[in-house]
């Protein structure tokens, strides 16, 4: 039933535990509203019409238990977004038009960014795509006419191994510049060395295992990565120091762990960003490492398939966009050497 308020009469309808309210001016106005709502919602019910805040629910209960935690929380906001922005939970999913949905992407792009608001229709898109699967949604996907925004972009900054060393002598603890060392020669991603346990390092071997949860199956997928006589070296000073130490039960298995917690680190957001500061050199993040352990590679003549095998890439087409970059600066290099002002060079 209808209430006052102060500016008017607020209409109200529940289903399925979900309250979709409207602000009328009169009550007369509120209870028409209710009724028709209620005849909307039985409508859907008798075609068997799935709504937009089932469609939501469904698929983020699949994405909970398939996608790890920042992949679902991704999707997460994305449908927050979409609903803040006055889509009904409770409208049947074949109410979406193309129209509405191209002005709440160009909306975004400029309330957020571009960049933003393409990432938003990535993940409705897919979240469609596997409504259609199991949910029986209509085999059109309207987020798929929508073109995407434009972006800025800017290129993730690889430092030199000049400004690698700068920021290792900067840093303040033995085990911070034997993690840096680790990232540099495995070309691991952060969440790797992070969890990387003493199990599952190789010293007769020279190698460790890491473990990467990226496919789009959503497994985890280990690779033994071998390492350099200077990494192995610093596991090795690594297992002398951290032998002994007391920490929670169950947390003494990690190789590189918080003083903080006992535990594996998490995140570590600003701690390169401040050994880049203290170094004074221009600041990059850890997966820059990655990206300058491909360069060094590739600088050095390793075939491309030997590097996509080092960095565990799925795709050789990956490995490329990593080095890409560096083999177009050095053809253009290649073609301008040898250009000088002379008599006999009629470009010049």
Same mark, same amino acid.
């Given at each position: ?58 698929? +983020? ?27 009904? !939970? =409770? ?23 571009? *960049? ?54 900067? !840093? ?56 350099? *006589?200077?990494?192995?070296? !610093? ?22 762990? =918080? ?15 401040? +050994? ?17 352990? !491909? ?10 398939? =030997?590097?996509?095998? %080092?960095?565990? %890439? ?35």
């Amino acid at each position: 039933m209808p209430y006052k308020i102060k500016s008017g009469w607020m209409a109200e309808v529940e289903r399925k535990g979900f309250r979709k309210r409207h602000r009328c001016k009169t009550k007369r106005e509120a209870l028409a509203w209710e009724l028709q709502t209620r005849k909307l919602i039985l409508q859907r019910q008798q075609t068997n019409t799935v709504s937009l805040l089932e469609w939501c629910n469904a698929y +983020l209960d699949f994405s909970k238990k398939k996608h790890v935690s920042k992949t679902y929380a991704e999707k997460r906001i994305a449908f927050s977004v979409f609903f803040s922005s006055g889509f009904a !939970a =409770d409208a049947g999913v074949d109410t979406l038009d193309r129209r509405s949905l191209l002005l709440h992407f160009q909306e975004q792009a400029s309330k957020r960014s571009g *960049n933003a608001a393409n990432k938003d229709r990535k993940n409705l898109l897919a979240a469609w795509t596997w409504g259609v699967k199991f949910l029986g949604l209509p085999p059109q996907n309207p987020f798929a006419f929508v073109p995407k925004q434009s972006e800025q972009r800017f290129p993730r900054r690889v430092p030199s191994l000049q400004e690698f060393w700068a920021v290792y002598n900067a !840093a303040t603890t033995e085990q911070d510049r034997r993690m840096l060392l680790l990232f540099l020669y495995t070309g691991a991603r952060r969440s790797e060395l992070f969890a990387l346990r003493w199990q599952d390092v190789d010293f007769d071997q020279g190698r460790i295992r890491l473990f990467c949860r990226k496919n789009l199956q959503g497994t985890v997928k280990a690779d033994w990565v071998f390492l350099t *006589n200077e990494a192995l070296a !610093a596991l090795k000073e690594q297992g002398k120091e951290t032998q002994g130490k007391e920490v929670p039960a169950g947390l003494e298995e990690f190789v590189f762990r =918080d003083p903080e917690t006992g535990g594996p680190y998490l995140y570590r957001l600003q701690w390169l960003r401040r +050994l880049c500061d203290r170094a004074g050199v221009p600041r990059f993040g850890l997966h820059g490492l990655r990206h300058l352990c !491909a360069t060094i590679l590739a600088g050095r003549g390793v075939p491309l398939v =030997d590097i996509q095998r %080092h960095l565990r %890439h799925e795709h050789l087409t990956t490995t490329q966009r990593y080095i890409h970059q560096l083999t177009k600066n050095r053809t253009v290099l290649d073609a301008l050497s040898g250009v000088v002002n002379s008599p006999q060079n009629p470009h010049a």
